[in-house]
């Protein structure tokens, strides 16, 4: 029974032979660049008679960079950088008494959000691909299916830009 099942499996595998990949003319590479700790730190807190509560955050950035470069040649065609804030933040809470003398009562609680950095890599390369998309239309490296209908890509593209400056 195996035996009769591989032979099988061997006609089938003969009868679907895989085609020759397609040429591809350019190839796109690059990598993370930069991974920035605390580039912002700031909080607040607060205690009134042994009772307060804190709440701290921290920004860190990743940054992305990617280029397009030619198979023919190894020619750069065009290159994009990408960054990607990573937040943290977090809430503290806590009471302190005097219950008699030389003994404190001191309870703390907190809680914290770390962003995913691997997310946030993920986030930083999908938006460094759709950057070198949208600026390749944009020079004519390659052309939108509907050139009409990505005109609304370019300029939402353009005003993002244009806000980060």
Do not use: C
């Amino acid at each position: 029974m195996s035996q009769q099942y591989n032979d099988d499996h061997l006609k089938d595998l003969a009868i679907k032979t895989l085609q020759p990949l397609l040429f591809a003319g350019v190839i796109f590479e690059g990598g993370i660049v930069g991974y920035d700790t605390n580039i912002v730190t700031g909080g607040f807190g607060a205690k009134y008679f042994g009772v307060g509560g804190a709440v701290q955050y921290r920004v860190d950035r990743v940054t992305v960079y990617l280029r397009t470069v030619s198979v023919k040649n190894g020619a750069i065609l065009k290159t994009v950088q990408a960054t990607k804030v990573v937040l943290s933040q977090e809430l503290s809470g806590g009471f302190f008494r005097f219950v008699r003398l030389n003994r404190l009562l001191e309870i703390e609680t907190g809680i914290s959000s770390n962003e995913p950095t691997e997310m946030a890599v993920q986030e930083a390369i999908e938006k460094a691909v759709h950057d070198m998309i949208v600026e390749g239309v944009k020079i004519g490296m390659w052309k939108p299916k509907d050139p009409e209908e990505f005109k609304s890509v370019i300029e939402r593209y353009e005003k993002e830009k244009e806000e980060a400056l």
